[in-house]
T-cell receptor, first 113, second 114 residues
Framework: QKEVEQNSGPLSVPEGAIASLNCTYSDRGSQSFFWYRQYSGKSPELIMSIYSNGDKEDGRFTAQLNKASQYVSLLIRDSQPSDSATYLC?????????????FGKGTKLSVKP | EPEVTQTPSHQVTQMGQEVILRCVPI?????FYWYRQILGQKVEFLVSFYNNEISEKSEIFDDQFSVERPDGSNFTLKIRSTKLEDSAMYFC????????????FGPGTRLTVT
């Protein structure tokens, strides 16, 4: 069964610090990787997408992908209290043909002022 | 900025009743999805829809579920005879090109089955 694993946390970091969130996936055929942020009671909000090995930066966010290790990560620099949320890793595991996403359980991040 | 919309935001129904959840995907998107999230659990894929037909469905999407695109804008999920275990948040998502493009989620419908 195709799985996406995340440390459920909670991960607590002080304001201004770097938060590091990790995700592993089981299907080597996966091609598309996404990070979503979900506030309590709300819907997933897309933060980053990454498709190739390496780093991708967007503002305070950096996504990292290592397909050989089947590992995706998200770094949040200069963490703010408003970043406190659950971060969901999502993977398209069917080679891109249908786009169905497999989600991890999410990592709860708490940024302390 | 275009966004996916869903109605209603909250639906309460009795066990055995039919419910229809509605979604308006982003206008130039071609692929549509329904996901659900039971409280405290992960987001789960239900069904994908393209070119007016189901592309793929999960084991959850049994005969009690159906989807339809009745016109050029709406995308609906019908549950024919609701069960207690259908209580969840239901999210609609859309993307312009399957697989390698980002999916944008609507705000969700909270379904409570009593």
């Amino acid at each position: 069964q195709k799985e996406v694993e995340q440390n459920s946390g909670p991960l607590s970091v002080p304001e201004g610090a770097i938060a590091s969130l990790n995700c592993t996936y089981s299907d080597r055929g996966s091609q598309s990787f996404f990070w979503y942020r979900q506030y309590s009671g709300k819907s997933p909000e897309l933060i980053m997408s990454i498709y190739s090995n390496g780093d991708k930066e967007d503002g305070r966010f950096t996504a990292q992908l290592n397909k050989a290790s089947q590992y995706v990560s998200l770094l949040i620099r200069d963490s703010q209290p408003s970043d406190s949320a659950t971060y969901l890793c999502a993977v398209n595991t069917d080679g891109g043909s249908q786009g169905n996403l497999i989600f991890g359980k999410g990592t709860k991040l708490s940024v302390k002022p | 900025e275009p966004e996916v919309t869903q109605t209603p935001s909250h639906q309460v129904t009795q066990m055995g009743q039919e419910v229809i959840l509605r979604c308006v995907p982003i206008s130039n998107h071609l692929y549509f999805y329904w996901y659900r999230q039971i409280l405290g659990q992960k987001v789960e894929f239900l069904v994908s829809f393209y070119n007016n037909e189901i592309s793929e469905k999960s084991e959850i999407f049994d005969d009690q579920f159906s989807v339809e695109r009745p016109d050029g804008s709406n995308f609906t999920l019908k549950i024919r005879s609701t069960k207690l275990e259908d209580s969840a948040m239901y999210f609609c998502a859309s993307t312009w090109l399957s697989g390698r493009t980002e999916q944008y989620f609507g705000p969700g419908t909270r379904l409570t089955v009593t």
